[in-house]
């Protein structure tokens, strides 16, 4: 039995990076037009992007995509997204489906995991997901967020820093890195009910967030509780620079 959800694409056009980063063409089409897709492929019951900007709402009518104009004030996709449950009336127990306006290629699949993931842990406010971490470079990449969880799969930190930390194996740059910790990456695909995404966005801003410039830290320094599970297949690349744009480009030329 499939899970009924929503997913909301938050997209802004500035971007200190990629400037009119959702309009950047890949493979003959507007990025946010591949995101919009992924989207539809899930099982979601309803797909709305959120935009404070008429480029991308325009860009959105040409693909019949639904749109949801929100603010130019919200500091992140999040708040955005609280915006369009409060348009749109959405019951406080309609499960939510950030999925950001820069990820492409995020696997259909993916979505409709953590739509269910929340479906099933009445006790979490958010659910995510991980993939493991192999190699090295990668954990100790703070472009790269890592995350540790409980035995139940309830996150007990994100980090940009590599965690867990080993105290002996890590003294030595170049071992390997050690077996049976099971090393994770975060992957930046959430899911919510409504009622807890309202309050998410009034609680205060947490130290720990601004430290690491992790949103999620919030919640769990206002003792909520975030599932984790670990992805079923590999994530898409998502799209930050222009080295992120060419690699996926690549890679959806070859799946059309």
């Known amino acids: ?4 959800f929503k997913v909301v694409i938050p997209a802004r056009y500035a971007s200190v990076r990629l400037p009119g980063k959702p309009l950047l063409e890949i493979a003959g089409r507007p990025m946010i037009e591949h995101v919009y897709r992924r989207a539809c492929e899930s099982e ?3 797909v709305v992007i959120a935009t404070d900007d008429q480029r991308i709402a325009q860009a959105a009518a040409r693909f019949d995509a639904r ?3 929100t603010s130019d004030s919200h500091r992140s996709g999040t708040d955005r997204i609280a915006e369009v ?6 019951g406080k127990h309609t499960i939510v489906v950030n999925l950001q306006g820069d990820e492409p290629a995020m696997p259909p699949r993916l979505i409709d995991q953590v739509a269910a993931d929340m479906a099933k842990h009445e006790a979490a406010g958010v659910t995510t997901l991980s993939a493991p971490i192999m190699q090295r470079k990668l954990l100790f ?3 790269v967020v890592k995350v540790v969880t409980d035995s139940f799969g309830y996150a007990l930190y994100f980090s940009r820093a590599p965690i867990p930390w080993h105290r002996e194996e890590f003294i030595t740059e170049d071992r390997p890195l050690p077996a049976g910790t099971g090393f994770a990456r975060h992957i930046g695909l959430y899911a919510y009910r409504a009622g807890y995404l309202k309050q998410f966005v009034n609680w205060q801003h947490a130290p720990l967030e601004r430290a690491e410039s992790l949103e999620q830290l919030r919640v769990l320094w206002h003792g909520g509780k975030i599932h984790v599970s670990q992805a079923i297949e590999e994530p898409g690349h998502g799209v930050d620079t222009q080295d992120d744009l060419k690699r996926v480009a690549a890679q959806l030329a070859v799946e059309k």
């Open 1 to 4: 039995m499939s899970t009924d």
């Open 44 to 46: 979601a019951g309803e």
């Open 67 to 69: 749109v949801c104009m």
């Open 85 to 90: 449950v409060d348009q749109l009336g959405w």
């Open 141 to 143: 990449d703070p472009h």
